[in-house]
């Protein structure tokens, strides 16, 4: 018999949730991935890089091309050097880089302190290293600040002499949070007091709307010193069964990590590497990108707002939470399922993003919805929502 490391865990809930619409035949607002294609010229790009022999095993770190692009986007944006030979990996996806940074910095018996709620991966790969995790809460929102905000006392409380890593996510998956610059004063704060190493996951860094900027990590130099920033494609250019992202970090934190990426995987498909590099050329691909997602982000809170969901603002993301407490009392898994299986819309539950999902302080009557959809997608959930 095998001794499983990761008891407690079963089949992630974007996968259980999926499965469950397909299996109901309803539209599904839970997994994040948009139902319509990237742009046809970046696929044309691949068959050209194909045609053109980009075929065999791609350089370990990643194509040159690709590195030096992300370098030239990285420095154009946030303003920090990126040594393309040296510190930037590209990796299979952002869940790869993710793994392989956690795998690397965190030793058996380290606490890594993560943000409550936090993506799926996060507690696995820490327990994978053998490593603690230490949860600490975002703070919900209030009648007077209907935003979810980091309280950056709680964070510097939780760091202590064996916290090896700080992870974060802004834009924040599930809920949509966004930083701002003085969440960057107060993380330089900590990080000059204390030294702890930081892994910033910001996947959706050109999905922040309202016309703020992303506060990417790399804007300050001193965070940038001890950060893994980790991005992908995926949520970018729609393209996230094409599973390819990077990790910008230092020399010495860059080589840690591709020690255990080049035993992980190797390297990443060679044809979308290329097609990713030479498509990355043209900025409005992603400097349009918040416009977009915010008209369906509009459209969506519109939408619920016919219905008896509440929908709580997204600053960020294409996600949207709803609270459904006017509906029902159940559980936000037990909601998740009967939702889908008696009105056909497909929904995530928080309290999966919680270490404890069956706990009550893990349930708080949300519901996250995916708005990477087409128009009629939405518009065809929020009927069948308006039943509810
Ligand atoms: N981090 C967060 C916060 C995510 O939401 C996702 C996926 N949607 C990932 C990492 C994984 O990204 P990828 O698909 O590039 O592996
Ligand atoms: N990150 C996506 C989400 O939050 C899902 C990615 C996955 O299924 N692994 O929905």
């Known amino acids: 018999m095998i001794r499983s490391k990761l008891p407690d865990v079963g089949t992630t809930i974007f996968t259980v949730m999926s ?31 194909m045609a053109a022999g980009h075929n065999q095993y791609p350089y370990m770190p990643g194509v040159a091309p690709l590195r030096q692009a992300i370098a030239q986007k990285v420095q154009a944006l946030y303003g920090h050097t990126y040594d393309p030979e040296t510190e930037i990996t590209i990796t299979s996806g952002a869940t790869e880089a993710l793994m392989a940074t956690v795998l690397a910095a965190v030793n058996s018996g380290d606490e890594v302190v993560v943000i409550e709620p936090c993506y799926d991966s996060y507690l696995p790969a820490i327990r ?10 975002l703070r919900a929102p209030t009648a007077e600040d209907p935003y979810y905000r ?15 890593l700080l992870m974060l996510n802004f834009p924040h998956n599930p809920t949509g949070t966004v930083l701002d610059s003085s969440d960057l004063d107060a993380l330089e704060s900590i ?14 860094e050109h999905i922040v709307f309202d016309g703020k900027p992303h506060a990417s990590l790399a804007t300050r130099p001193l965070l940038a010193e001890h950060t893994f920033v980790i991005s992908s494609f995926g949520k970018t250019y729609h393209t996230t069964g094409w599973k390819i992202g990077y990790c910008c970090a230092p020399r010495q934190l860059s080589a840690e990590l591709r020690k255990v990426h080049q035993f992980m995987v190797f390297t990443v498909p060679s044809p979308m590497q290329f097609a990713l590099a030479e498509f990355m050329q043209d900025p409005k691909p992603y400097t349009e990108l918040p416009a977009f997602y ?9 939408g619920l707002a ?37 009105h056909g819309v497909t929904v995530i539950p928080i309290s999966a993003f919680y270490q404890h999902p069956d706990a009550e302080a893990s349930n708080h009557r949300l519901a996250r919805f995916c708005f990477a959809k087409k128009d009629a997608t939405l518009d065809a959930a929020i009927e069948r929502l308006a039943d509810v």
């Open 150 to 164: 980091i309280d950056w006392q709680r964070v510097r409380d939780a760091i202590t002499s064996r916290t090896r």
């Open 306 to 342: 016919n219905t008896r969901f509440k929908p709580l603002p997204s600053p960020g993301t294409f996600f949207m939470l709803a609270d459904y407490s006017a509906i029902s009392k159940q559980s936000e898994a037990d909601f998740a399922r009967d939702l889908t299986v008696r």
């Open 128 to 137: 994978l290293a053998g490593g603690t995790a230490v949860p600490v809460p």
């Open 191 to 204: 990080v000059r007091e204390t030294g702890v190493l930081l892994l910033s996951d910001e996947v959706y």
């Open 294 to 302: 915010q008209a369906k982000r509009d459209r969506l809170a519109a």
């Open 19 to 49: 499965r469950l619409a397909i299996e109901h035949q309803a539209i599904n607002l839970g997994q994040g991935f948009p139902d319509f294609d990237p742009d046809p010229r970046l696929c044309q790009l691949v068959s050209d890089a």
